[in-house]
């Protein structure tokens, strides 16, 4: 079964009557912690060595518009046309291009408005989707019978660089999200997709680390349980809250981990009541009943 890296992403922003959107530019320091879910909770940020790496530049756009909202659009485009390309193994290599593209045009409006939440959460859903299909490389790649012929070069050197591009990605986008919620800190999606990009960050650091992956699912919940309280019964966070409780359960033992699967059951079987064709949540649901029913 396919790792959930699952999570909506937003092709507008829109923020009560204001649009939004992700920019690009890197804070040359740490941003000061926002006030409630929006701070900067356990385990978000990493050391500056997962950064994205400066070597990694993103393809030039052909014709770069010098209007912001014509960036924005432009980098809409080049975001929905790397996720369509990115369904296809055979054009991942396009994908990348049109996500590294996508990020230039978020990047180029928010030097032009810093203010706009649109490009900085837009740029921050092309992070997510990009250290996503970054993900898939690595599964290719470790699913390879002959992984040298692959790419032609060291299997385990390839995967700890896919696998470091990926964090810097993730930690970028958790930037990103954050800068919205410091134009807005209700700003729902936000709290949402860095709550996504934090889960897939533990996903990532669990084999490594299992009290760091704990803390990031920690930092996740703290911002799903922020989105429920501006947005109650929103399916898609009720989904990733149960997801994400399944996951931390798998990092626990005896009476605690009964109660951890107890609580994902509930929040799945809700989110199974607005949505109950997903089927990657029914799945999740299943495997979840199974555990408890093995221990109770």
Known sequence: ?????????????????????SAITESPAPEPPLS????????????????????????????????????????LTFLRQGRKESQSRESLSNAEA???????????????????????????NTLLAYSRLKMKLMDTLSATSDPRSWQGGDSESILDELSKETSGLLIEAGR?????????????????NWG????????????????????????????????????PGMAEVLKALGMALYDI????????????????????????????????LLYTLNQCQADLGRRV
């Open 1 to 21: 079964t396919e790792t959930n890296t699952g999570g909506v992403e937003f092709d507008k922003w829109v923020s009560g009557e204001s649009e939004s959107s």
């Open 36 to 75: 409630s879910a929006g701070g900067n909770g356990k385990g978000e940020e990493a050391s500056g060595s997962q950064e994205v790496k400066a070597t990694e530049q993103e393809d030039e756009v052909s014709t770069i518009p010098v209007n912001s909202d014509d960036l924005l659009q432009q980098g």
């Open 98 to 124: 049109s996500f590294r593209q996508a990020l230039q045009c978020f990047r180029a409006a928010s030097q032009i408005d810093p203010s706009s939440a649109a490009a900085h959460g837009n740029q921050g």
């Open 176 to 192: 990103c999200f954050r800068e919205v919620l410091a134009l807005n800190s209700k700003d729902a999606k936000a709290l949402l």
């Open 196 to 231: 996504n990009a934090l889960c897939l960050r533990a996903r990532m650091t669990v084999g490594q680390d299992v009290d760091s992956a704990h803390n990031l699912y920690d930092a996740a919940i703290e911002k799903f349980e922020a989105v429920l309280q501006l947005e």
């Open 249 to 280: 359960s798998g990092l626990e033992g005896g009476r605690e981990r009964i109660e951890t699967l107890k609580s994902a059951q509930a929040y799945l079987e809700d989110a199974c009541s607005i949505s109950p064709d997903d089927q990657a």
